[in-house]
């Protein structure tokens, strides 16, 4: 979950660094706002949903 700290450029540039490093692991990331997460989990879970589902 992503507040508006991670609009920040210089956070921007840490979580895209940070999302490559895991990302060399096989791991995706998947980000959503807090915002996002509070007022529409219906669609959050959805979305982990198909992640998954592409993965597989």
Do not use: C, L, P, W
Not at 2 to 28: C, L, M, P, Q
Request: charged residues 35%.
């Amino acid at each position: 979950m992503n507040g508006g700290y991670h609009d920040k450029k210089e956070v921007r540039i840490y979580d895209a660094t940070r999302e490559k490093y895991i990302s060399d692991f096989g791991i995706r990331v998947i980000r959503f706002k807090n915002e996002e997460v509070i007022t529409d989990i219906e669609n959050v879970v959805i979305k982990i949903r198909n992640a998954i589902a592409e993965h597989q």
